[in-house]
């Protein structure tokens, strides 16, 4: 089945703790992008990348770090954790970067829920 | 950095009526402008898109009309339905690199 995975799900830590949250997908996709979602901000951007050791800066990488060491895992890397970093996060791939879209664009995982205490 | 701006934040509709949920962005350089619907506690859908070079793109009882010069982008659902209830965001982005999401809109269909 074709898909963007997500782990974990739902994760509580402390502030400082460095944390991984996994992105993967098996569609073969070229491009991968990161964003934060909270209520009443609607979705932002962390970070993209739109082919493998490519990765640009969204709208708020501050606290954030990425790597595109291959082309189906896009981890989002958070090392200093802060209460303001709480949020629920996605991960989403598409299959081609740049302008040349298909109608799908970007496929969605299932979401990480974050709190940092 | 571009800025997307969506309204209403909430509509109610009676089931079989029109919704129109509106965005104005302010990069005249954004070609390209997806919608997304996002059922409660899952993951965001897209629903339609449109580019730059279209006017106007239809997918059954779902619209989108793009107005470039005035550079905002509507998105149109006619025949509400009760599993039309949920929110929607609108984006914008240049060569889908890079992309900005309006607020939402809460759209909930009155049976």
């Known amino acids: 089945e074709a898909q963007v995975t997500q782990n974990p799900r739902y994760l509580i830590t402390v502030t400082g703790k460095k944390l991984t949250v996994t992105c993967s997908q098996n569609m073969n996709h070229e491009y991968m992008s990161w964003y934060r979602q909270d209520p009443g901000l609607g979705l932002r951007q962390i970070y993209y990348?739109?082919?493998?050791?490519?990765?640009d800066k969204g709208d708020v990488p501050e606290g954030y770090k990425v790597s595109r060491k291959e082309k189906r895992n896009f981890p989002l890397i958070l090392e200093s954790p802060s209460p303001n970093q709480t949020s629920l996060y996605f991960c989403?791939?598409?299959?081609?970067?740049?302008?040349?879209?298909?109608?799908?664009?970007?496929?969605f995982g299932p979401g990480t829920r974050l709190l940092v205490l | 950095g571009e800025n997307v701006e969506q309204h209403p934040s909430t509509l109610s509709v009676q089931e079989g009526d029109s919704a129109v949920i509106k965005c104005t962005y302010s990069?005249?350089?954004?070609?390209?402008f997806p919608w997304y619907k996002q059922e409660l506690g899952k993951r965001p859908q897209l629903i339609i898109d449109i580019r730059s070079n279209v006017g106007e793109k239809k997918d059954q009882r779902i619209a989108v009309t793009l107005n470039k010069t005035a550079k905002h982008f509507s998105l149109h659902i006619t025949e509400t339905q009760p599993e039309d209830s949920a929110v929607y965001f609108c984006?914008?982005?240049?060569?889908?690199?890079?992309?900005?999401f309006g607020t939402g809109t809460s759209l909930t269909v009155i049976p």
């Open positions: 989403a791939s598409s299959p081609i970067g740049g302008w040349d879209r298909t109608q799908e664009t970007q496929y």
């Open positions: 984006a914008a982005s240049i060569n889908g690199n890079q992309f900005y």
């Open positions: 990348s739109m082919n493998v050791e490519v990765t």
């Open positions: 990069d005249s350089a954004s070609n390209y």
